[in-house]
């Protein structure tokens, strides 16, 4: 996910202004709660303790995409992670075997 928005307050749409609509994806990620994602909402409805891998990946990444001052370098990682993906595509592979 890229912010490219210039308001530090900007977030990715998920419903109209006024409403939020519940979805029907079961891994939680395009569901929205109150402008928290739905696995961010239920990794913290669970005590620190009793996470799982899934639930402290998606509160970190959610602190890291609402904290102003780790705006910048998120960025910036993520330009770099894309500038990477597409080197890594652009470089032809050959299968070969030996018979």
Do not use: K
Request: hydrophobic letters at 40%.
């Amino acid at each position: 996910r890229l912010a490219l928005a210039a308001d530090p307050f900007a977030w990715p749409p998920a419903a109209d202004a006024g409403r939020r609509a519940r979805s029907r994806d079961p891994s939680g990620r395009t569901t929205w709660s109150s402008g928290l994602a739905e696995d961010v909402m239920r990794a913290l409805r669970r005590p620190a303790e009793d996470r799982d891998e899934a639930e402290r990946t998606a509160l970190r990444d959610y602190l890291i995409f609402s904290n102003p001052e780790s705006a910048p370098l998120y960025r910036e990682i993520q330009l770099l992670e894309t500038e990477r993906g597409l080197l890594d595509v652009s470089v032809p592979r050959v299968v070969t075997t030996v018979s």
